[in-house]
Each structure stands twice: as structure tokens, then as C-alpha cells.
């Protein structure tokens, strides 16, 4: 795989967030945080009519988007930030780009930065990721 510092990630597509996977998200995760099942609580906090995505599910698209790319075994590390919620009803876009190509322990890695793209926002969620690249 030919790969180079700039270049753009192929993209992961979440059309549509929906509120049945927060459910059931919470209910495997036993979260008990009702932000992520009532939207009366999450009026409560200011954030209007929606149910709000769980961190993981959205780090989840992150890795989908990397897996799609590198491979299922790839992802060596990640770093993320959670500036802020994915709602549901969120069409929601993992992006990234090579920022750097090196070689550790005889390992083609590429370190990227990457995020969720909502239109008419800034990131929800953003960070950096280190990948081995196939051969």
C-alpha cells in the first residue's frame, strides 16, 4: 500500500445516528445515564430534543473508518477528545489524513489525525491515530 503524509482517509458514513443503538448501547454497556435513552433529560440539559450517542459508539465509526482502510488488525493507538455530543438523527463522517510515515520495529506505520465531521459544527469528536500499514 503506497501511502503518503496528506493524504486523505477514505471516509466511513454514519447517515443517520439512531436512538435504538444508544438504547442498546446503554444496555450492554449498563450505563445508566439517561442522556443516551430520554430525551427529557437531555432537554434538561440544554441540548434540545435528541438522545445523545454514547463516546464509544462514536469512537466506534473512527475505527470502522481505519479498519476500512488499513485493515481489522491495524489500529496500534488512539487518542481522542470529545468537544462535543453526537445527537441522535446526527449524519456523522469519520474523517482523517496522514500527518506523518515511520518505521518502528520493522513497521510501515502512519500516524493521522481524525474526527467526525457534522455539517455546520465544529468536530464532536477529534484525536489522533497510529495505524500499520499492509504490505
Known amino acids: 500500500m503506497i501511502v503518503n503524509i496528506g493524504d486523505v482517509i477514505p471516509e466511513w458514513d454514519m447517515p443517520s445516528v439512531r436512538p435504538e443503538r444508544m438504547r442498546t448501547m446503554a444496555a450492554i454497556l449498563r450505563d445508566p445515564n439517561p442522556v443516551h435513552w430520554d430525551k427529557r433529560a437531555v432537554v434538561a440539559r440544554g441540548f434540545g430534543e435528541h438522545t445523545i450517542n454514547q463516546g464509544p459508539l462514536g469512537l466506534s465509526y473512527m475505527v470502522n473508518m481505519l479498519h476500512g482502510w488499513t485493515g481489522p488488525t491495524s ?56 495505524v500499520e500499514l499492509p504490505d
Open 75 to 130: 489500529v496500534r493507538r488512539i487518542v481522542m477528545r470529545f468537544p462535543l455530543p453526537v445527537f441522535d438523527g446526527d449524519h456523522i463522517i469519520a474523517r482523517g489524513r496522514v500527518t506523518a510515515i515511520r518505521t518502528e520495529n520493522g513497521k510501515r506505520l502512519a500516524d493521522c489525525d481524525i474526527w467526525l465531521h457534522r455539517e455546520g459544527t465544529r468536530h464532536p469528536l477529534e484525536g489522533e491515530a497510529t
